[in-house]
């Protein structure tokens, strides 16, 4: 039997641009005049990004610089998981917001209930690893699939790769 046709779901980051974005907005940070002398920072440290500011006001201007050069860098926001803000040394303030890479079983689970309730005939969804694998007998169908799954919101961003016929 000729094997289905079949696609890959995935939520990748790519975190060499997360890193030149993280080193932009250092740089930004360092050198502007609402930053200076105020002891905020962010970096990178494995799969998050520490933030450290004075206030909560600082932090959210923090958070602003780096959502914008993520973004730049088509870096999904989605990818974000912000950690609560906790109180820090000298009245200070930091958050860690961790980069999502992979579905997490919850999510496949999602994705695999929107690829049931589809109801199209034939076509499976099964996780593996951290990814999902859609087949089906139709193109068509898989095509459906995706447009289905794009305009749903998982809260991670979504890749479609990996095309069998």
Do not use: C, W
Not at 13 to 42: C, H, L, M, P, Y
Not at 104 to 121: C, F, M, P, Q
């Amino acid at each position: 039997m000729a094997s289905m046709p079949s696609f890959d779901v995935s939520s990748e980051v790519d975190f060499q641009e997360v890193r030149n974005a993280i080193d932009q907005a250092a740089r930004e940070v360092a050198t502007r005049f609402d930053f200076k002398n105020t002891g905020s920072s962010v970096e990178l440290s494995g799969q998050a990004i520490d933030l450290h500011a004075p206030t909560e006001d600082r932090l959210r201007a923090l958070v602003q610089v780096v959502e914008e050069k993520l973004v730049r860098r088509e870096v999904s926001l989605k990818a974000l998981d912000y950690g609560k803000i906790e109180e820090a040394s000298k009245s200070t303030v930091r958050q860690q917001v961790t980069l999502q890479a992979g579905i997490s079983s919850d999510h496949a689970k999602a994705i695999n209930k929107t690829v049931k309730e589809l109801g199209l005939k034939g076509v499976t969804s099964q996780a593996q690893g951290d990814q999902v694998r859609i087949t089906g007998k139709k193109r068509d169908d898989l095509q459906a699939v995706i447009g289905k799954l794009k305009e749903q919101d998982f809260g991670i961003p979504l890749q479609f790769g990996n095309f069998r016929d």
